[in-house]
């Protein structure tokens, strides 16, 4: 068992970092502030092969792994936490898009998403319920062609910043649940299509908002897969990104740890340096030991989805922990800065804000443990 890197995955990582660090990190508080992602830094982005990079050549991937596309996120969202969730909505979407599309739609929007010059989103949640997915009632009715679409999508991320989105609609009766809902990629500049933006604690740069569809008519051969089995799809992608989200959040996590070790051994009080006082240095020392245990536990996930092993726990153990971890460590770095890190002089409240909203979107930590005990009670 080989618990390194190879060569040409820490030539990557060097590369991801240094862009993080002189590109994003400086601008992180300033896209906070805006509630914009420039879509120059998303293209720059993608010319260095930093969007879906484990999505095939033939649409303008580089046929990576998946833990490769982890390294890749992690290293962004240590400069940019926001940024971070461009590559995770080009690898979610992407793998989507790649595997039910058909192949000319497949290749006009990924090539666009690789290359940085065309945004997607997810648009799953619907107001009356959140956790409860499958009880969609977005409709999608069937007229000739084409599918015409009525209802609301609610606490979509990057809903006002997007070019297309992956839509999960209903087709089939209410009582049919799961098997009654299908996905399609529908452009977001299709009429009928109008968006809301709400006003967040945290990923502000990302933004979340409703996607209103009035009588949205998108061709038939935009439905992604077949019809009824647009519920499968997400759920599986979501496996995915489960462990993309849990990369991003430790990654704020790790880096809000140097930084304050770095804090401890400069910082004098009572005579003597911070990192004498067992009551600051302890904390951190068990909180450098959960980080460390919940990479290796998001990097194994994606290990398991290259060789084709099932994860479905291990996202979920990734999703629940990841963010979690992430807010109590960054907290605990607050503390130990005392009343400079309350301040917005540094980025430790705006970390806070951030990684808070992921206990939340993308399946709460009681979903992801329900989850883990159904696939435990399996064995």
Known sequence: MNFGFSEDQNAIRDSVA??????????????????????????QMGEMGFLGGELSSRFGGSDLDCVTSGIIIEEISKGD???GYIPLLTSLNGQIIANYAAPHLAEEWL??????????????TEPHGGSDAASLRLKAERRGDMFVLNGEKTSISMADQSDVTVVFARTGTQEQRASGISAFLVPMNTPGITTTRFEDAGQRAIGRGSIFFDNVEVPAENMLGEEGQG???????????????????????????DETWVWLNERQAFGQSLSAFQGLTHPLAEYQTYVHAARL???????????????????????WWGPKLAFDVIKQCLLAHGHTGYGEDLPMAQRLRDVLGLQIGDGTAQIMKNIIARETLKK
């Open 81 to 83: 936490f926001n940024v």
């Open 231 to 257: 519920f499968k799809q997400v759920m599986q992608g979501f496996d995915y990104s489960r462990a993309l989200i849990g990369l991003q959040c430790l990654a704020l996590a790790q880096v809000s740890l």
């Open 297 to 319: 536990q998001c990097f194994h996930s994606l290990w398991l989805k290259d060789n084709n092993l099932p994860h479905n726990a291990e996202a979920a153990m990734n999703k």
């Open 18 to 43: 240094r862009f993080s660090a002189d590109v994003l990190a400086p601008g992180y508080r300033r896209r906070d502030r805006e509630g914009r992602i420039e879509r120059e830094t998303i293209r």
């Open 111 to 124: 090539s666009g998403m690789i290359s940085g010059d065309k945004v997607a989103c997810i648009a799953l």
